[in-house]
């Protein structure tokens, strides 16, 4: 599929989203040769309209963003590009150029810092903690959450029930990374679930 550049007078809008978090992260502007650029180097690199030039991302700052996939849209004019971003995207220093109240996908960031943990081991670190225990102390620490759940949810505060719904989602994940399987995995389970 080829990009259609003449819909908007050579340029094309191009959505950056985070590869692992799929938070977006940004949007900027590619001619054809900033998207030819783009995709030989690997590098985001926009056309400037206020600079009237091409631009790479991180150029000055060293926050490039690393192209992990390129998707054209139904109609050819629109770009995402899913990114491995080095450092924060937006030149305020914020992971994302929008912003939002808090990173909705969170999850998936909590995911990476939980494998993060597991390949490089951190002092004082409860991830370690419980990855030193085995899988059947996680497993057991996933069934305790749930039943704190269950009774928080019956009985208890909806301070409570938040709290430890937050523990039970947080060893699930943990319990994921010990079999290694993915959240990635899960959704694409329940997605073929839901057809």
């Not at 030039?53 to 590009?81: A, H, M, P």
């Not at 329940?190 to 057809?195: A, D, F, I, S, Y």
């Amino acid at each position: 599929m080829s990009i259609d550049f003449k819909k908007g007078d050579g340029l094309i809008p191009v959505i950056i989203q985070d590869d692992k978090t799929l938070e977006v992260l940004m949007l900027g502007y590619m001619n054809d040769e900033a998207f030819a650029k783009t995709e030989t180097e690997g590098k985001v690199t926009f056309f400037s309209r206020s600079k009237n030039r091409l631009w790479t991302k991180g150029e000055e700052s060293g926050n490039f963003l690393y192209v992990k996939s390129i998707d054209i849209d139904c109609d050819q004019d629109t770009v995402l590009i899913k990114a491995d971003p080095i450092g924060p995207t937006c030149h305020t220093g914020s992971r994302s150029c929008f912003a939002t109240s808090y990173n909705q996908n969170f999850i998936f960031k909590l995911e990476q810092v939980i494998a993060d943990r597991y390949d490089n081991p951190k002092e004082g670190s409860y991830v370690n903690r419980m990855q030193a225990k085995g899988l059947k102390r996680i497993a057991q620490k996933v069934g305790e959450e749930g039943v704190e759940t269950v009774i928080a949810a019956l009985s208890e505060t909806e301070f409570d029930f938040i709290n430890e719904s937050s523990d039970l989602l947080f060893h699930l994940l943990m319990l994921l990374r010990e079999k290694n399987i993915t959240l990635e995995t899960i959704a694409k389970n329940l997605e073929g679930r839901h057809k």
